[in-house]
């Protein structure tokens, strides 16, 4: 038996060897493109972050709108201030009256078209009446009521400091002593 | 370890400014003088002052002076950085109801350099007025006006920074009469 058979099937072949061949040759490698199994069952994990994200994104961006929404539609009320701010805290309480549309008497007695008027300019101080109420509470400091003690103390104060003035002024009057009869006379010749 | 070197830089600072308030509060502190040693003598006497205001009091009794007032805003100023103020007046019946001895107590405490004496008048008819100040720096610091006559005796103690002109002005303002003493000054400007 040549071995060539067995590198390269070139030599003389061996009956033995091909029985082997024949037995074991339905094994034999046989390249062929991969077949996928068409039913296969893929087993998806739902997540729901990006969901929860994207619900978060949009409830915060609808809050974020109703809040700007809602400080936008105050601004023009506050908006007055600039304008009327530096008059504000002359305004006596008693011009506020005045300004109030009094709506009872003259629904009665004008027009439809004046009641437009008288409603229409009602308006625009009503704004203006809003803000002086709101910036006196501003600018005003509640009034300190003076306390048992705080009188009490006041009223010591008060005479501790005629004392102590009225003995000052003692001492200085002692201190420069009764004013000469010459002194004076001196006096009006330099002058 | 920057940040740890630039704070321990800072510390000496940090310190000294904390000495040198410590030691302001105590200079403060040493212009109070003890005059409880005279309260025997409110059995004597057919009329007793007796003031004790601290800085606290001072400060309540400041907050309720009426701003609009002249008088009340001027009083307002002077006080406003006191620490106190402390006031014991005797009126006696009789004459010699005090003793040098009490007089004495106080002065023991007056002495240089804490305190300098500014005025000091003797006399046998109109009694000795005493006025003694504690500087601290430029300021007056405390002030003690010793007024002893024959019927009365009256201690007055200003903890704090004083303006003495400002203290000899409010004689008048305060429902006290005038005695007429005027500055040098404003009796020149009359002439």
Redesign the interface.
Same mark, same amino acid.
């Given at each position: 038996m040549s071995e060539e058979y067995l590198w390269d099937k070139s030599g003389e072949p061996d009956p033995e060897i091909q029985q082997l061949e024949q037995i074991l040759g339905s094994l034999r490698y046989q390249p062929s493109a991969l077949e996928l199994p068409t039913e296969t069952v893929t087993e998806h994990r739902k997540s729901y972050l990006p969901l929860l994200a994207i619900a978060a994104t949009l409830v915060l961006t609808v809050f974020a709108g109703l809040l700007w929404f809602s400080l936008h539609n105050r601004a023009p009320k506050t908006g007055v201030t600039k304008v009327v701010t530096p008059a504000v805290p002359e305004v006596s309480p008693k011009v506020i009256p005045n300004v109030m549309p009094k709506s009872d008497t003259t629904s009665d007695t004008t027009s439809p078209s004046e009641k437009k008027q008288s409603t229409a300019q009602a308006t625009v101080p009503r704004s203006n009446k809003q803000f002086v109420a709101r910036d006196i509470r501003r600018v005003h400091k509640p009034e300190?009521v003076?306390?048992e003690? $705080? =009188?009490h /103390? %006041?009223e010591? =104060?008060?005479? /501790?400091?005629?004392? $102590?003035?009225? %003995?000052?002024?003692? $001492?200085?009057? %002692? /201190?420069?002593g009764p004013a000469s009869p010459n002194q004076i006379r001196n006096?009006h010749k330099i002058? | 370890m920057k940040s740890l070197l630039k704070t321990l830089s800072r510390m000496p600072l940090a310190i000294s400014l904390c000495l040198i308030v410590t030691a302001l509060t105590v200079k403060a502190q040493d212009a109070k003088i003890q005059m409880a040693h005279l309260d025997h003598l409110a059995s004597r006497a057919n009329e007793t002052v007796d003031v004790n205001i601290d800085e606290r009091l001072i400060q309540l009794a400041a907050k309720i002076f009426n701003d609009k007032d002249e008088d009340e805003a001027q009083i307002k100023k002077l006080v406003v950085g006191l620490k106190g103020i402390y006031v014991k007046s005797f009126e006696f019946d009789n004459d010699n109801e005090y003793s040098a001895a009490d007089i004495d107590s106080i002065r023991s405490q007056l002495r240089e350099p804490a305190w300098s004496r500014l005025v000091n008048v003797t006399s046998k008819r109109e009694g000795n007025v005493e006025v003694y100040i504690s500087l601290g720096g430029p300021q007056i610091n405390g002030l003690v006006v010793i007024s002893a006559e024959s019927k009365e005796l009256t201690v007055v103690n200003i903890v704090g920074p004083v303006d003495l002109e400002k203290l000899a002005k409010l004689e008048g303002n305060l429902g006290i009469p005038e005695l007429g003493i005027k500055p040098a000054k404003q009796k020149k400007e009359e002439q």
């Open positions: 300190v003076p306390t003690e $705080a =009188l /103390a %006041k010591q =104060l008060m005479t /501790a400091l005629r004392l $102590a003035s009225e %003995k000052l002024n003692l $001492a200085q009057r %002692k /201190a420069q006096q002058g | -």
